[in-house]
């Protein structure tokens, strides 16, 4: 049995057990779901660059049409994210906080491509950069812990033996 298994399907309490499958498969369908969002979005970036490159001047992107693009590139990207974190929930019933981090940040990135700098504010501009950095220093903490954890690990093993 998994030492972080939040939602085990073996409980003293049958609805408790029952409760903890019925989530299980929710999240299952979530995955499910998730697939069906990333084919979908993949649908409108090919819709995305079809209508664009065929709207006059036939064959050219503009500097907006390429940031539409983009966006809905990084878009199906933060769902491929998202399924992950699903699917690695649904192997380990831990929540992966390091992808769920990076994912956020590809999000946060995904606004600082597309923001329109003729329409924003300096407060949101601020916000944002905010954002970055607390998600930027929150990552590389998350690392830095693992990385340590993986050294005392192997140190650990080593004395073992």
Same mark, same amino acid.
């Given at each position: ?14 609805? !408790?057990?029952?409760?903890? &499958?019925?989530? &299980? ?5 979530? =995955? ?22 065929? =709207? ?18 990084? %878009?199906?990207? !933060? %769902? ?26 590809? %999000? ?20 944002? =950069? %905010?954002?970055?950095? =607390? ?8 690392? &830095?812990?693992? &990385? ?14």
């Amino acid at each position: 049995m998994n030492i972080h298994d939040e939602l085990p399907t073996e409980h003293e309490d049958a609805l !408790i057990a029952f409760l903890h &499958k019925t989530i &299980k498969i929710a999240v299952k369908v979530l =995955a499910i779901l998730m697939v069906l969002v990333i084919f979908w979005g993949v649908g409108d970036v090919v819709y995305v660059l079809y209508q664009n490159l065929m =709207a006059p001047p036939f064959m050219l992107l503009s500097i907006s049409d390429i940031f539409k693009t983009f966006a809905a590139f990084l %878009a199906v990207l !933060i %769902a491929i994210e998202i399924y992950q974190n699903i699917v690695m929930y649904l192997r380990t019933d831990v929540i992966p906080i390091k992808l769920v981090v990076a994912t956020a940040l590809m %999000a946060i990135a995904r606004k600082v491509i597309i923001i329109d700098f003729n329409t924003i504010t300096p407060m949101y501009i601020f916000a944002t =950069a %905010a954002v970055v950095l =607390a998600l930027g220093i929150t990552y590389y903490l998350i690392g &830095k812990h693992h &990385k340590e954890n993986m050294i005392d690990e192997r140190k650990g093993s080593t004395n073992t033996h």
